[in-house]
């Protein structure tokens, strides 16, 4: 039981720091990507409204749906390693946000419980993408980052300076250090849908690519704050990057 408890940890860590935006790190608006292309124009509809994203590497799948306009968030992360698996699902409605969590080896964490997080009390609300709401896959800094852009039709190649990123899928700055020199040149591939949307997104992360899909722009996001929930437990800010 402990060894699978060290490894849920280890899991809590990577979902609640890797997947999604960090706020400590400034925003690319689309106007001031790198890409002489058009690239970053693919990202202008992920401000406007509503829009589904799935993220995917060898770790696990971080997927749900936002609405930055109405303030509404309703996604999932999912993880495994060496046996154990972890799923910490996230809303946040106005501003206000709640978690549960399912697979951690400890009491009342049976997928059954929501939790209220206190804002005040995070130093890193872009985990869990809390507070990242506009962008909780880090797209608009990945895209800035690019360069070498290559455009064919609706898609594009080139590289990616991971060393301007916060992070990506489960690619953090500890894992663009041991990347070394690779980390300014790491190949990715991209379309665009045809209005012109950013609809994949793969990095070639050596040994771990990671891969996004963003899809339904414009879909109604139905995401009601639980009732009942309770505040969420001291230990869990750390365990979950917050």
């Known amino acids: ?36 292309t058009g690239l ?60 549960r969590l399912t697979g951690l080896p400890m009491p009342g964490f049976d997928g059954n419980t929501w939790y209220k997080v206190d804002r005040a ?3 890193r609300p872009g985990a869990l993408g809390i507070s990242a709401i506009e962008d909780p896959t ?4 990945l895209v800035a980052a690019t360069h070498d852009v290559r455009r064919d039709g609706d898609r594009y190649s080139g590289t990616v300076d991971m060393t301007r990123v916060a992070a990506w899928g489960p690619v953090n700055i500890a894992r663009v250090l ?24 793969k990095v070639n992360i050596p040994d771990n690519t990671v891969q996004a899909t963003y899809s ?12 009942g929930a309770e505040p969420l437990p001291d230990h869990l800010y750390g365990m979950l990057g917050l």
Request: charged share 15%.
């Open 216 to 227: 339904d722009f414009g879909a109604r996001v139905s995401v009601t704050a639980p009732t």
């Open 178 to 201: 041991q990347l070394g020199e690779a980390a300014k040149a790491v190949p990715f591939e991209a379309t665009l849908d045809g209005q012109g949307r950013l609809v994949t997104m």
């Open 138 to 141: 880090g797209v608009q800094a």
């Open 40 to 99: 970053a124009a693919g990202l202008s509809a992920f401000g406007m409204g509503s829009y589904r994203f799935s993220v995917t590497a060898n770790e696990g799948k971080y997927q749900g749906a936002i609405d930055p306009v109405a303030d509404l968030l309703d996604a999932s992360v999912a993880v495994t390693s060496d046996g154990a698996s972890l799923k910490i699902d996230t809303v946040s409605v106005g501003g206000v946000a709640y978690t």
């Open 121 to 123: 009390r995070m130093t």
């Open 1 to 36: 039981m402990r060894s699978a408890f060290v490894a849920l940890v280890a899991l809590l860590a990577l979902a609640g720091c890797s997947f999604g935006a960090d706020p400590d790190r400034p925003k690319a608006s689309p106007a001031a990507s790198a890409s002489p």
